[in-house]
């Protein structure tokens, strides 16, 4: 086993115009777009799969313009997400996974289920939930990350329930939502969002600095020191992980540099 696992920076999306003659070269074409997106990163968080599903022939186009060791990371449907009770969310699940995800074979990275900040901690309903995430598909070895916007989720309850079913949380760092860094799979899932449209990198060097740092402790199995823990008597395994980090909301002008910027920090 390496001393280390990997770090993988990104963006949330590669269709955006401000990102057209400052990240792209003037006279790149849209159809390739994410050729060139994917030969300067090495992940990429797709918000579309959010919004509604995609064509078999879609995931495979997306797999055929990448490098090998390219990831995308999907985000899941919002019927699936949005609903009061998300024990019923089976068929919904099911039918997101069908859609043709296997498809993007082993650029099938971790799938995102995000929840709208109204969403409160209901214990039983949400591990119903959990134990409906299948680890495979088709064979394929699925992941599953959660991403919370509620204070009700900051107990220890919710975080032994994420372990239990080795699902991991997103680490949020948002003006409004709660930030949860504890480490409960053997990945990390960070989403870095206070970026500045001024900071050609998103994040002032000090910040940049500090987050390396941070991705770097995850990478080797341990657990950063500065940033706030939901459980913080609870021991966790030290142990490599991959670590995913993106540059996305706030700050999105710039976000395809503060990426290279921080996967050049982490080497």
């Not at 990448?66 to 999907?74: A, N, Q």
């Not at 859609?99 to 709208?116: C, I, K, M, S, T």
């Not at 990390?188 to 991705?215: E, F, H």
Request: charged share 25%; net charge negative.
């Amino acid at each position: 086993m390496s001393k280390s696992g990997t770090i993988r920076t990104g963006i949330g999306g590669w269709t955006f115009e401000p990102w057209e003659g400052t990240f792209y070269p003037d006279k790149l074409t849209k159809k390739r777009q994410l050729e060139y997106a994917s030969s300067k990163l090495s992940v990429i968080e797709v918000n579309g799969t959010y919004y509604g599903s995609q064509k078999p022939e879609t995931f495979a186009k997306w797999a055929s313009e990448v490098p090998d060791g390219f990831i995308f990371s999907l985000k899941a449907s919002r019927f699936t997400t949005n609903r009061k009770v998300l024990a019923d969310a089976g068929e919904s699940i099911e039918k997101f996974l069908s859609q043709g995800l296997v498809e993007l074979r082993d650029h099938l990275g971790p799938l995102l289920w995000q929840f709208a900040p109204t969403k409160k901690f209901e214990p039983e309903d949400f591990e119903a939930f959990l134990k409906l995430l299948p680890n495979t598909l088709e064979g394929l070895p699925l992941r599953h990350v959660v991403e919370v916007r509620h204070d009700s989720f900051k107990v220890p309850e919710f975080v032994e329930l994420l372990e239990k079913y080795n699902i991991a949380p997103v680490c949020a760092e948002h003006f409004d939502y709660p930030m949860i860094a504890d480490v409960t799979a053997d990945f990390v899932y960070a989403r870095l969002q206070k970026g500045s449209d001024d900071i050609p990198t998103c994040y002032a060097d000090a910040d940049m600095n500090a987050w390396a740092k941070r991705l770097t402790t995850w990478a080797k199995g341990g657990v950063p020191e500065d940033l706030p823990l939901v459980d913080e008597k609870r021991k966790v395994k030290e142990s490599p992980r991959e670590v995913f980090a993106f540059f996305i909301h706030e700050g999105k002008v710039n976000a395809p540099q503060g990426a290279i910027a921080m996967q050049q920090l982490v080497g």
